[in-house]
């Protein structure tokens, strides 16, 4: 989730432990005075960077749901027509830590 962390202006350890204390990316995002349409664009690009079978409207959907996930809430978020390298992916830095396979402009 090195997107998000840059896009909110914060170190992806800082990103891990407000995530871990439960604060979602649209919370961080209100609370740094980033609007939540730049950081989803932000992780759009980032996811589509990372995989390119990633349609725009499915990197953007899957972005959303990302920015407006609560953290350690069950429910997944990914619409059945997203990749699932991304879907892990997210899985993987919002349940266990940040994940790392997010750069902006990389």
């Known amino acids: 989730m090195n997107a998000a962390a840059q896009a909110l202006g914060m170190s992806s350890a800082d990103l891990a432990s407000a995530m871990q204390s439960g ?7 209100s609370s740094t005075g980033v609007s939540q349409s730049s950081l989803v664009s932000s992780l759009a690009s980032a996811l589509r960077g990372s995989n390119s079978n990633l349609t725009a409207d499915q990197a953007n959907q899957l972005a959303t749901q990302m920015v407006t996930a609560t953290p ?35």
């Open 23 to 29: 604060q979602s990316l649209a919370s961080l995002a």
């Open 72 to 106: 350690g809430s069950q429910s997944q978020p990914w619409g059945a027509a997203a990749q699932p390298a991304a879907a892990s992916t997210w899985s993987a830095g919002t349940q266990q830590g940040v994940a790392s396979t997010f750069s902006v402009g990389a």
